[in-house]
């Protein structure tokens, strides 16, 4: 069964507007990974943040995490007309060592002139 | 830099008919896993392949048959179509197990008529 919901399932923005999406799952995590998919393309790492960490950002991508919600969030600021695309989480349970990602549902993310 | 590599691109099967989704990375990356993307479900994990001579079941693995006799590559076979499996489907890479980012193919976009 799909492990996460993503929420918006959909985002329009205008550029140089931040666009936050959020993320749930259910069960415990080692840890939880953002992905883009552009449109008939493969996805794209974005950033990764660990059970034990709370908020991690990289350039323009500020990532939190809480683990007793069982939720993360995605906030991209000033965005772009180039960040037109579906955004994923991904989260790797915990057990064994082995990646085996299980994706939410994706938020398809507008962003016009 | 060719990163992970799927072919074909497009495939149309009749039912009942079997194929080989050819998946090849040149990053010498230990983890292979094999995806399948169907509308308003994410990503879902078919088989994953932890190094060259072994593999395991994913979420949905009925239908879909994997081998890893080298390093570089990972074939996805399909015994017998059916319409169900009509899906775009996604390998990926990465270096490591748990907590390393995913590198993906542009897909392979498979219809079952």
């Known amino acids: 069964s799909q492990q996460g919901e993503e929420d918006p399932q959909a985002l329009s923005i205008q550029e140089g507007e931040n666009a936050t999406m959020n993320c749930s799952y259910k069960?415990?995590?080692?840890?939880l990974q953002w992905y883009r998919q552009n449109s008939g393309r493969g996805l794209v790492h974005l950033i990764l943040?660990?059970?034990?960490?709370r908020e991690k950002h990289s350039g323009r991508l500020r990532v939190t995490l809480d683990t007793s919600k069982k939720s993360s969030s995605l906030l991209i600021t000033a965005s772009r007309a180039a960040d037109t695309a579906s955004y994923f989480c991904?989260?790797?349970?915990?057990?064994?060592?082995?990646?085996?990602?299980?994706f939410g549902t994706g938020t398809r993310l507008q962003v016009t002139l | 830099n060719a990163g992970v590599t799927q072919t074909p691109k497009f495939q149309v099967l009749k039912t009942g008919q079997s194929m080989t989704l050819q998946c090849a990375q040149d990053m010498n990356h230990e983890y292979m896993s094999w995806y399948r993307q169907d509308p308003g479900m994410g990503l879902r994990l078919i088989h994953y392949?932890?190094?060259?001579?072994?593999?395991d079941q994913g979420e949905v693995p009925n239908g879909y048959n994997v081998s890893r006799s080298t390093t570089e590559d990972f074939p996805l076979r399909l015994l017998s179509a059916a319409p169900s499996q009509t899906s775009v489907y996604f390998c990926a890479s990465s270096y490591g197990g748990k907590g390393t980012e995913a590198f993906f193919g542009q897909g392979t976009r498979l219809t079952v008529v």
């Open positions: 991904a989260t790797d349970g915990v057990g064994g060592t082995a990646s085996k990602l299980t």
């Open positions: 069960t415990s995590i080692n840890n």
């Open positions: 392949s932890v190094g060259a001579g072994i593999t």
């Open positions: 943040i660990r059970s034990n960490e």
